[in-house]
């Protein structure tokens, strides 16, 4: 079956923009994580969402939200970009129910000038 | 707080010699581990988890509760296994609550 698939996979914007990233899960799953990932921080939990409600938060910044659809797909955006946004950004689903493996997508990889 | 600590960023070793990954954690409650792998240019993949204690691509696992700690290692470390290695507790308490430690880039050198 089709792996996780994020879109766009490059995106170039500047300081005080806004910007949504898409990520579509394995069909089936209902849990869609979040993450940031940059060479000084490593992986850095964003979110999660499961049937549509977010059950779990990292320590970021209101300027970064989620949510996600009826159809499991998800998103997430970033409001007035900062240069520090800079970074790939991954998602990954699972069957949300317990400790389950996550399958990730390819990632976004978002630039802010 | 939940915390997972890496202390090696980077680790190089020679082919053939044994090599062991480090990861200590505080969390609540009794957290499923996993170890997940990245190789250059694929997508970040689970490796092993502590429940099904198998041997993947020659890794093993131990957790040591009273320690806190789920180290990765590997008797004769390959070329091929070069690659970013994250540890991740998961949060049984908290619904899939994942937090991945910051990474381990371990190289083997030829």
């Known amino acids: 079956k089709a792996g996780v698939t994020q879109t766009p996979r490059y995106l170039i914007k500047t300081r005080g923009q806004q910007v949504t990233l898409s990520c579509s899960p394995i069909?089936?799953?209902?849990?869609v994580s979040w993450y940031q990932q940059t060479p000084g921080q490593g992986l850095q939990f964003l979110f999660e969402?499961?049937?549509?409600?977010?059950?779990n938060k990292g320590n970021f910044p209101g300027r970064f939200s989620g949510r996600q659809f009826s159809n499991s797909r998800s998103e997430m955006n970033v409001s007035t970009l900062e240069l520090g946004d800079s970074a790939l950004y991954l998602c990954?689903?699972?069957?949300?129910?317990?400790?389950?493996?996550?399958?990730f997508g390819e990632g976004s990889r978002l630039t802010v000038l | 707080a939940q915390r997972v600590t890496q202390p090696e960023k980077l680790l190089s070793v020679f082919k053939g010699a044994p090599v062991e990954l480090k990861c200590n954690y505080s969390?609540?409650?009794?957290?499923?581990l996993f170890w997940y792998v990245q190789y250059s240019r694929q997508r970040l993949q689970l490796l092993l988890r502590?429940?099904s204690r198998e041997s993947i691509k020659g890794f093993t696992a131990d957790l040591n509760k009273g320690e806190t700690s789920f180290h990765l290692k590997k008797p004769f470390a390959q070329e091929e296994d070069s690659a970013m290695y994250y540890c991740?507790?998961?949060?049984?308490?908290?619904?899939?609550?994942?937090?991945f430690g910051a990474g381990t880039r371990l190289t083997v050198k030829p």
């Open positions: 969390y609540s409650g009794s957290p499923e």
């Open positions: 502590h429940i």
């Open positions: 969402y499961f049937s549509e409600t977010q059950r």
């Open positions: 069909s089936g799953h209902r849990s």
């Open positions: 990954a689903s699972s069957s949300g129910q317990g400790a389950v493996e996550l399958f």
């Open positions: 991740a507790p998961h949060g049984v308490y908290n619904n899939n609550d994942m937090r």
